[in-house]
C-alpha cells in the first residue's frame, strides 16, 4: 500500500497529520493538564497489564528475560539471555507496582528479594555485572543462544548503571533488603571505567566513562562515551553523587562535537568556562527549534535518565531541550515523513531483529539512525512530561490501528506504520522505560526518590543548576 494511502486510512493519525501540515496550533510542548478520569484509567490499565509482561519474563531464578516472542504456540517463554539493564527494569517495574497499588507490600518484598537473592549470586568483576546471563541459573552466557557464536565476557558501564538504578530504588522501598543490597553496591566504583581529564592529550584523557572492559583479557572499549545528552550520563550522575567521580567530568561531557569536527550539523554556540572547565556550549537547530542531540537521535537517549533524576525540575536548560526534541519527534513522524505517527527509538524490527531508530537530523553521528517508519510505544511513553495530550494521542492511534496492544503483555515492542507489521515481541528494557514513565505520569516522584538525597542533591543537582545550554 502507498504509504500516504495508508497514512490518510489511519483517522486520528492522518487528522493530526493534516492539521500540522496546514500549520494549525499545535499544544505546547509541556502540556499542564492533567488527563481525564478515563485517561488515568486507561493509564493504569497499561501499568497493569505492562507489569504483568514483565512477571510473565522473569524466571523461577529470579531475573527478568531480555524478552518474550507473543508469536509462540502455547504460553509465550521468555528468551534465555538477561543482561544488569532487563534486571534493573525488573526491580524498578516491581516497587512501581506496589506504589501503584498493584500488588501489596508482601508481595514487593517476596519478588524483590528473590531478584536480589539471584543477583548476589552473579559473577562480578571489579564490583561489576557482566553484560550477559542465563536468565535461568545465573550462569555467564559464553554462547549466543540460538546461534551458538561466542560471548566475550564483558562489564559496560551503561548498563550496569541501569542495574545498580534498580538496585538503589528497591532498597529505598524494602528497608528489610537495604542492608544487603548496599552490600552489592560498596565496590560498584565508576572510577574504574573513567579515564581523567588530560590537558595535554584531551583525546587519550577525555575526562569520560568508557564504554567497558573485556573481562577476559582486561582490554578496555576504543571509546568513551562523550555526548552529554545519552543514557550513559546515568553512570556518570550516580558517579557524582557517590563521589567516585569528579564533578568536572560532566563538563568534559559533549553538548555537540567541536564545531571543526565532522557531524551531522555544523553546530551554533560559544564557548563558556563552568567549573573551570571550558565547555562548548553548541546546540543544533532542528524546525527552527534549538536543542542539545542526542548521538543517533533516538528518544530513548534523551528521555530515558530523567524518568529518575529530575532534570527538568532541578534546570530550566534540561526542561527546554527535553521539550523541543520531543516536538521534534512528533514533526518529523507527522510532517517530515508524513507517518501520521511518530515516537522512535532502537527497538524490534517488526519483520524480526532489531535496530536503532530515531530522527538523524537530532543525532550527531553522521549515519544517525533513521526512522524508516517504525515507531515504538515506549517512545510515546517517554514524552509523557512533555507532549501528554499528543503521546496518549499516539498511544491510542497505535492500539486501535494496528492491533498494537495485547491485554496482559501491554504494547507489541513497535509498528511498521507503512506495512502496518507489528512486532511479535516485548522486550524487557522497553517494557521498563514504559513502566516507569507510566509510574511517573500516575504518582510523580514514586521512582525518583533515591535520586533526590544524597550525593544527588549535593553535588549533581547544583551542578545541573549551572547548566546553561546555548538554546
Not at 94 to 113: F, N, Q, S, W
Not at 131 to 141: E, K, P, R, T
Not at 353 to 381: C, K, N, W
Request: with cysteine; charged share 20%.
Amino acid at each position: 500500500m502507498d504509504r500516504r494511502t495508508f497514512v490518510t486510512a489511519t483517522g486520528a493519525g492522518a487528522a493530526a497529520l493534516s492539521l500540522a501540515a496546514a500549520g494549525a496550533p499545535t499544544a505546547s510542548a509541556r502540556t499542564t493538564d492533567r488527563p481525564h478520569a478515563a485517561d488515568t484509567s486507561l493509564l493504569h490499565t497499561w501499568f497493569r497489564d505492562t507489569y504483568r509482561s514483565m512477571r510473565a519474563m522473569t524466571t523461577d531464578f529470579g531475573l527478568t528475560a531480555d524478552k518474550t516472542d507473543l508469536s509462540a504456540p502455547g504460553r509465550p517463554v521468555p528468551s534465555q539471555n538477561t543482561s544488569p539493564t532487563n534486571i534493573g527494569c525488573g526491580l524498578w517495574s516491581t516497587v512501581a507496582a506496589a506504589g501503584l497499588g498493584v500488588i501489596d507490600h508482601d508481595t514487593m518484598h517476596r519478588r524483590l528479594e528473590h531478584t536480589v537473592r539471584a543477583v548476589e549470586k552473579l559473577e562480578r568483576h571489579h564490583g561489576f555485572w557482566l553484560n550477559w546471563y542465563d536468565a535461568y541459573d545465573g550462569s555467564v552466557l559464553t554462547s549466543w543462544p540460538g546461534t551458538g557464536d561466542p560471548v566475550r565476557p564483558f562489564l559496560s558501564s551503561v548498563d550496569n548503571a541501569w542495574l545498580v538504578t534498580g538496585l538503589r530504588i528497591a532498597a529505598d522501598a524494602d528497608p528489610q533488603l537495604r542492608p544487603r543490597i548496599s552490600k552489592l553496591l560498596a565496590g560498584a566504583d565508576w572510577s574504574y571505567f573513567y579515564t581523567p581529564y588530560d590537558p595535554a592529550d584531551p583525546v587519550k584523557g577525555p575526562g569520560q566513562l568508557r564504554g567497558g572492559f573485556w573481562t577476559d583479557t582486561g582490554e578496555p572499549t576504543p571509546h568513551h562515551y562523550g555526548a552529554l545528552n545519552t543514557e550513559p550520563r546515568m553512570a556518570s550522575y550516580q558517579g557524582i553523587a557517590d563521589g567516585s567521580l569528579p564533578t568536572d567530568h560532566y563538563w568534559h561531557l559533549l553538548r555537540t562535537m567541536l564545531p571543526e569536527h565532522e557531524q551531522e550539523q555544523t553546530p551554533q554556540g560559544a564557548y563558556a568556562v563552568m567549573d573551570g572547565v571550558r565547555v562548548w556550549q553548541g546546540h543544533y537547530t532542528h524546525r527552527g527549534r534549538k536543542l542539545v542531540p542526542t548521538w543517533g537521535g533516538s528518544m530513548f537517549e534523551a528521555l530515558m535518565v530523567p524518568l529518575f533524576v529530575p532534570e527538568s525540575t532541578w534546570s530550566a536548560s534540561w526542561r527546554t531541550t527535553h521539550g523541543r526534541y520531543v516536538r521534534s519527534h512528533i514533526e518529523h513522524g507527522l510532517i517530515e515523513a508524513e507517518y501520521g505517527y511518530w515516537g522512535f527509538s532502537p527497538a524490534n524490527i517488526p519483520a524480526g531483529g532489531y535496530r536503532e531508530y530515531g530522527v538523524d537530523a537530532i543525532g550527531m553521528q553522521l549515519e544517525g539512525y533513521e526512522s524508516h517508519g517504525v515507531v515504538t510505544p515506549h517512545a510515546s511513553f517517554l514524552a509523557l512530561p512533555q507532549a501528554r495530550t499528543e503521546a496518549l494521542a499516539n498511544l491510542k492511534a497505535l492500539a486501535r490501528d494496528f492491533g498494537a496492544y495485547d491485554e496482559g503483555y501491554g504494547f507489541r515492542d513497535s509498528v511498521d506504520v507503512v506495512t502496518g507489521r507489528v512486532s511479535d515481541f516485548v522486550l524487557a528494557l522497553d517494557q521498563g522505560m514504559v513502566i516507569a514513565a507510566l509510574a511517573q505520569e500516575l504518582s510523580p516522584g514514586l521512582l525518583q526518590r533515591p535520586f533526590r538525597t544524597g550525593g544527588f542533591d549535593t553535588r549533581v543537582r547544583p551542578m545541573l543548576g549551572r547548566e546553561r545550554f546555548s538554546i
